[in-house]
């Protein structure tokens, strides 16, 4: 019952507020790719580094921490997505996509702590 919640959430989140968001901060996208719009050359293998990191730290310390080793994903999703908002505040000030990066952290890691405070609670 809790992961079709979660899942409900989730497809909320995407499909009603971030459209309304993007809407409000006059989000303009340019030419449609598949890939996100990298800022930096490094952006990229940053983010395959961060991925990586990920990976190697479950695959590690799985024996150590269990069910622990899950909140490696969402640090790793809130670490790409601030990377990301903090260079499109550099260099798309005016477009203000950041906004939309910064709310998906920020909801990515609330999401996460009430999970968290419920599995305590539960």
Same mark, same amino acid.
């Given at each position: ?35 996100? $719009? ?12 961060? #991925? +990586? %990191? /990920?990976? @190697?730290? =479950? ?28 260079l ?5 000030? $005016?477009?203000?996509?950041h ?8 909801? #990515? +890691? %609330? /999401?996460? @702590?009430? =999970? ?7």
């Open positions: 019952m809790e992961f079709l919640v979660l899942f409900v959430i989730v497809v909320l989140y995407q499909w009603f507020f971030i459209p309304i968001l993007k809407r409000k901060t006059g989000y303009l996208r340019g030419e449609p790719t598949l890939f996100y $719009d990298y800022k930096t050359k490094w952006q990229l293998p940053f983010e395959l580094l961060v #991925i +990586a %990191l /990920v990976v @190697i730290c =479950i695959a590690t310390l799985t024996p150590v921490l269990q069910f622990g080793t899950v909140l490696f994903i969402p640090t790793g999703f809130i670490l790409i997505l601030v990377m990301r908002g903090i499109e505040k550099k260099y798309m000030a $005016d477009m203000r996509h906004i939309i990066s910064f709310t998906q952290a920020f909801s #990515i +890691a %609330l /999401v996460f @702590i009430a =999970i968290l405070i419920y599995a305590f609670i539960q």
